[in-house]
């Protein structure tokens, strides 16, 4: 179950039949913005990455990932991004042709 995904999906179904050409140039320009989000979380996701290294070369471990509850946390964080990130795609994705400045060009 994807509610974030499945709530985008539902809004812009909804919505796709009453948009303009002008207004179709800011869905179809949402798989740009999911290629940069993506590249923002490798970053963000690297960088957790060593951090927790790090933290597990110290004696006793002084990080915020020393507990479940933490981890959990960060692990749903990451999930929730990635599962809008994948929505974006799929909205931007289903434009069936892209629009520029209201004029139809080829996907």
Not at 7 to 21: I, K, V
């Amino acid at each position: 179950m994807r509610p974030t995904r499945d709530a985008l999906a539902l809004l812009y179904s909804r919505a796709e039949a009453n948009l303009t050409p002008d207004d179709m140039d800011t869905p179809s320009s949402l798989t740009a913005v999911a290629s940069s989000e993506a590249l923002r979380m490798a970053s963000i996701t690297e960088k957790l990455a060593c951090l927790v290294a790090e933290d597990g070369q110290q004696k006793g471990g002084t990080g915020h990932f020393q507990e479940a509850e933490d981890v959990f946390e960060l692990l749903c964080a990451l999930s929730q991004s990635f599962e809008v990130i994948g929505a974006l795609a799929e909205i931007g994705d289903s434009v069936p042709g892209r629009c520029i400045h209201g004029k139809r060009v080829p996907s």
